[in-house]
């Protein structure tokens, strides 16, 4: 067995068994494997050991591995997204979990039309109020989702975040469960889904506190492919 697949069975178990723990049902959990930087042959690897849903956060790595390895991937946007760069971003991904303003909501909405293709966003909040981070701010959360809701190509499925680097793990559980509070709050106004709702949050170092505060997308890269190659 290569060692992707053993660490994939490893986190498997180990997201089964926080989710029992909290009286949750690991098929509410879906594991989106962080391939940043590392090449095609790696996801190919993890395809062949049942892993499907794939987070990258370079746009051109993406798309030259999205031509490889076609339709067989799942692929989420985790980066940052400029505007600019909105046409190619429509064409590669699955799901888009970083848009985080108005312009750039905009901008895969038009390239989205003119290709004739809806996708699936999330909203990516600055839960933590961390200068060096992307995302809204938690208080215009509301105000970006009523715009998206104009934008008929965009179906905005929930929220994610990523907490301010620490070396302590508990330490995210206060930001998980902010986004979690302010999800429901955006449920309750009808701006995100009452079904399926989304929160991606948690990564290879504080998933199971994640998974206990109600993270339903866990994007886990060191911990499935290694430490990664410098850029
Ligand atoms: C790289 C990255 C991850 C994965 O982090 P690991 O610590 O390697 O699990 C998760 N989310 C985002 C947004 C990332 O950029």
């Known amino acids: 067995m290569s060692i ?14 926080a989710a029992a723990k909290c009286g949750r049902s690991a098929e509410d959990i879906t594991l ?3 391939s940043k930087r590392f090449p095609a042959e790696a996801i190919q690897e993890a395809l062949a050991a049942g892993q499907a849903v794939f987070g990258e956060n370079y746009l051109q790595e993406a798309a030259a591995k999205r031509a490889v390895l076609g339709k067989k991937v ?8 400029q505007s600019n760069k909105a046409k190619l971003a429509a064409e590669t991904f699955d799901v888009i979990e970083t848009v985080d ?3 750039i909501a905009a901008a895969l909405n038009r390239n989205l039309e003119a290709i004739d293709r809806k996708l699936d966003i999330l909203i990516q909040v600055n839960v933590g109020l961390d200068a060096a981070k992307s995302g809204v701010l938690p ?11 104009e934008f008929r190509h965009l179906r905005p ?10 070396n302590n793990s508990e330490e995210s559980r206060v930001h998980f469960r902010n986004l979690h509070t302010l999800a429901k709050k955006m449920q309750s106004y009808g701006l995100l889904p009452e079904k399926k709702m989304e929160l991606s949050m948690g990564m290879s170092g504080d998933f199971p506190i994640a998974i206990e505060e109600g993270a339903t997308l866990l994007r886990i890269g060191t911990a499935i492919f290694g430490k990664r190659p410098p850029k």
């Not at 992707?4 to 068994?17: F, P, V």
């Not at 208080?139 to 715009?147: F, G, I, R, S, Y």
């Open 139 to 149: 208080d215009q959360t509301a105000a970006l989702l009523e715009q998206v809701k």
């Open 4 to 17: 992707i697949h053993s660490n994939l069975q490893e986190i498997r178990r180990q997201i089964a068994e």
């Open 157 to 166: 499925k929930g929220l994610m975040t990523m907490p301010p680097l620490s």
């Open 101 to 103: 303003r108005i312009k």
């Open 32 to 34: 989106v494997a962080v």
């Open 74 to 81: 799942r692929f989420h946007f985790i980066g940052h997204l």
